[in-house]
């Protein structure tokens, strides 16, 4: 037999129990604290309080009867305010539907309607049109069929009869089909009681003292559990589809950016060029075609007038040169990426991390005025910041005389800088020192060309040649 969670022989028996316990209680208030939840409690005295809590969190209406009395959150919204104060009279279902009613003492009823993803609470008069809905699954004034649905006898065998009958509990039976055994097991089972067998609420031959709603609490309780890590489940297998199709979606950006680079890498060959043709270069012309040697063809090169060919020459290199560690670079995500992938992803697994394991550098990077600016993380990391990721052109800063970050304006043209701009990133250089207490700093700045390092050093550790000093504020 199938679990009866949701049919309407649960809901018969349920209202039985429901009506012996809670008639002639009156509604002290009804109330909700989030969607999924719907509070109403009942009183029949100052120390007589019960409470039943409708559960729409599985996408299924399910009825909790807590033995204790929860006190009112301070968020709770008052729902269906006509019903305050007035008594049950009667609890009854509709017979053979999913439906279950309150009948309260003004002709008003409280309707609670088990259809699964349609189930709703709603209030209607004593004309059965709807006043108002929980879910609003209904338009407010449409008039509901509530009328009993009778049970249909005549049928070819147990299988048509359920089927013409599917609000009975199905279940097998070994004779064939006939009216008056149908009859009689109908009446039977009016009498039947319930109980929880491998997370199945079953029918059972009823027993005195046991509680039915007890039953019914202690099997919704468990559904709502079941329910919820089914969805976690869900949740989960769609975030690692997620990541999975993240993680390849840059796989594939990577391999194809690294492949234009490769293929678009024309720097060294304009810096070559150039090399081969000094003599020859019109430094009036912004383009002009020059013969390389080493391919044997005519290859137009632009070039900026205000520069001498041999500078040309040192940008087009220091773009290659670039352009090889922005290759080095993918060349690492792409193989942090390939190992992502050939790994199962966690459902865990955030796609933003990546970001952060695979684009690691040794400086922090800022931005004043269209320059770049570069801090180093540690004395090894300025290090590193001074010997890969600079141009001998580009502006060193440090905090005079005391440790701290190497900072450094990238600036490979060789503009000049406006004040500004050098007082900016030597705030930077104060800020990320030990002076950063202080109200005002020294802070030493030259060329990068100026600045040596040798092996004998200790990290951090440097030489430096025509410094300048000024005094600024640590950056805030």
């Not at 394991?357 to 800022?366: A, E, G, R």
């Amino acid at each position: 037999m199938k679990s009866l969670h949701q049919s309407a022989f649960l809901v018969q028996q349920m209202a039985k129990s429901l009506a012996k316990k809670y008639t002639n209680y009156w509604i002290d208030e009804i109330y909700s604290i989030t969607k999924s939840e719907l509070y109403i409690c009942l009183k029949k005295s100052k120390t007589d309080k019960q409470i039943i809590i409708c559960n729409f969190s599985a996408h299924n209406l399910l009825l909790l009867f807590p033995q204790s009395y929860p006190n009112r959150a301070l968020k709770a919204i008052p729902q269906f305010k006509p019903t305050n104060k007035l008594k049950i009279k009667s609890i009854a279902p509709v017979i053979n539907d999913r439906m279950l009613i309150f009948n309260l003492s003004n002709g008003f009823k409280l309707l609670f309607q088990f259809y699964a993803r349609r189930s709703d609470v709603m209030l209607i008069n004593d004309k059965n049109a709807v006043l108002m809905g929980l879910k609003n699954q209904v338009t407010v004034g449409e008039v509901l069929d509530i009328s009993v649905k009778e049970t249909v006898f005549e049928a070819e065998n147990w299988e048509d009869f359920f089927k013409k009958n599917p609000f009975l509990p199905a279940t097998s039976f070994s004779k064939d089909y006939q009216m008056s055994a149908a009859m009689q097991w109908v009446d039977e089972i009016k009498n039947n009681g319930l109980q929880i067998i491998d997370k199945k609420l079953l029918m059972s031959e009823a027993e005195e003292g046991i509680d039915v709603l007890q039953i019914i609490h202690s099997f919704n309780i468990e559904y709502i559990k079941d329910e919820r890590i089914k969805a976690q489940i869900i949740a989960q297998e769609k975030q690692r589809l997620a990541a999975t199709k993240s993680a390849q979606e840059k796989l594939a950006n990577a391999l194809n950016k690294k492949q234009a680079l490769i293929k678009g890498n024309k720097h060294q060959l304009y810096a070559d060029t150039i090399m081969m043709n000094l003599l020859a270069i019109n430094r009036k012309l912004p383009s002009q075609p020059l013969f390389n040697f080493n391919t044997d063809e005519t290859i137009n090169v632009p070039l900026n007038i205000e520069l001498s060919p041999i500078e040309n020459a040192n940008k087009y290199y220091q773009k290659a040169k670039n352009m090889h560690k922005e290759i080095a670079f993918l060349d690492k995500k792409i193989m942090q990426l390939q190992h992502i992938l050939a790994m199962p992803i966690e459902a865990n697994f955030k796609p933003k991390k990546i970001k952060e394991i695979i684009i690691s550098k040794p400086f922090m990077q800022f931005e004043y005025k269209g320059f770049e600016i570069k801090v180093g993380k540690s004395a090894e990391k300025n290090d590193e910041l001074i010997t890969k990721y600079c141009h001998k052109n580009d502006t060193w800063l440090h905090a005079k005389d005391v440790a701290g970050s190497h900072v450094i304006i990238s600036n490979s043209n060789g503009t000049k800088l406006q004040t500004d701009v050098i007082e900016y990133a030597a705030s930077l250089a104060a800020k990320y020192s030990k002076y950063r207490q202080q109200n005002l700093v020294a802070v030493a700045y030259t060329l990068r060309k100026y600045v040596f390092k040798n092996k004998k050093m200790t990290a951090g550790k440097v030489r430096i040649e025509k410094e300048t000093v000024i005094l600024v504020k640590p950056h805030l």
